[in-house]
């Protein structure tokens, strides 16, 4: 069995010249030379989304009840070389290999997406009852206004760059049946203005709404999340529900040594997307204040997947990634 399965994998990579699996070097995993960093290289935001796509597709190969998150659209956003990936893992010793050679490659990526996304899943299906809109930051190939119960009750913004969400809109069904709630606001970060964009579209500034900014801030500066904190709160109505990540930032002084950080600095330097900015959590809530914001709830990823996994079965996951839950006052 395991030679029939590193002789698929060899076969699909002779295949596929832009994905080198070799299942085993030296007795321990390799993986993905070419389009892991390609992809992660090419093109604006699309770079991580498709690879977290990946991560979110290979869950929903579980079977039904042992998925931690359930994303059944994230393969239509993968990459043909991903795709044949999320087609192997309908196999689950073929999938518990993938997952096992991603988490060799880039360990705590793979189980931290997951974790965070089923934390964020919940939490927005419990939101919604209370706004009238959601908008989403830097959306990339996120699929919630799509699968989550209650989302089409609401409008929805998805800002992010045009690139993005052209591929994106290639990708959904042309007929408008998924996409009729949704308004997508094309923004170039550091040259449009947000607030214009979103008026423009019919964002109303004083109905309560839901924001989600994942995976964004540790890849600015501390003035650009400022700067956002500040159009949140002149945007928002009172009420209006937060969630944001961010990473810790001893994690980027080195202050102190979480597993998994160092492997993850190397390679989003090496793709040129280093982490450039964290909070310190016991900062967060006074920062929040300060800003127009109460924080309701900051957890760590890792945390979340204890909550989340089987104890037999939890992956190493990022204890210097955090999901915060915030309004505002």
């Known amino acids: 069995m395991v030679r029939l399965l590193r002789d698929g994998l060899l076969l699909a990579s002779n295949e596929l010249p832009n994905l080198a699996y070799q299942c085993k070097v030296n007795g321990r995993p390799s993986f993905l030379k070419g389009e892991w960093e390609t992809l992660m290289r090419a093109g604006e935001a699309s770079r991580t989304a498709r690879q977290n796509a990946l991560f979110r597709a290979l869950e929903a190969r579980r079977a039904a009840p042992a998925r931690v998150a359930d994303d059944p659209m994230a393969v239509q956003f993968l990459s043909p070389e991903f795709r044949l990936l999320a087609e192997l893992a309908r196999v689950p010793p073929l999938r518990r290999l993938i997952e096992g050679v991603i988490d060799n490659r880039w360990p705590c990526a793979r189980g931290g997406v997951v974790a965070r996304t089923r934390l964020i899943d919940e939490t927005v299906v419990a939101e919604l009852p209370r706004v009238r809109q959601a908008l989403i930051l830097g959306a990339g190939f996120d699929t919630r206004a799509y699968r989550l119960g209650g ?12 690139a993005t969400q052209a591929a994106k809109q290639h990708v959904l069904p042309p007929n408008g049946l998924l996409t009729a709630h ?3 606001v094309p923004v ?6 947000p607030a214009r964009q979103l008026s423009t579209a019919g964002f109303d500034p004083d109905a309560r709404t839901l924001v989600l900014w994942e995976g964004v801030t540790n890849y600015l500066d ?11 709160k002149s945007a928002l109505g009172s009420g209006s529900p937060v969630i944001f990540t961010y990473v810790d930032r001893a994690m980027l002084d080195g202050s102190v040594r979480f597993p998994g950080a160092e492997t993850t600095m190397r390679a989003v330097g090496r793709v040129g997307e280093p982490f450039t900015f964290g909070f310190a959590p016991d900062e967060v809530p006074a920062y929040l204040a300060e800003r127009g914001f ?16 089987p104890p037999e079965s939890c992956p190493t996951v990022p204890a210097y990634y955090h999901v915060v839950a915030s309004r505002r006052t």
């Open 182 to 184: 949704v308004t997508f």
């Open 222 to 232: 501390s003035e650009s999340v400022d700067t956002t904190f500040g159009f949140l």
């Open 294 to 309: 109460e924080l309701m709830w900051d957890v760590a990823v890792s945390d979340a997947a204890q909550r989340f996994y």
């Open 151 to 162: 989302m089409k009750t609401v409008r929805v913004f998805e800002v992010d760059h045009p």
């Open 188 to 193: 170039v970060f550091g040259m449009d203005d």
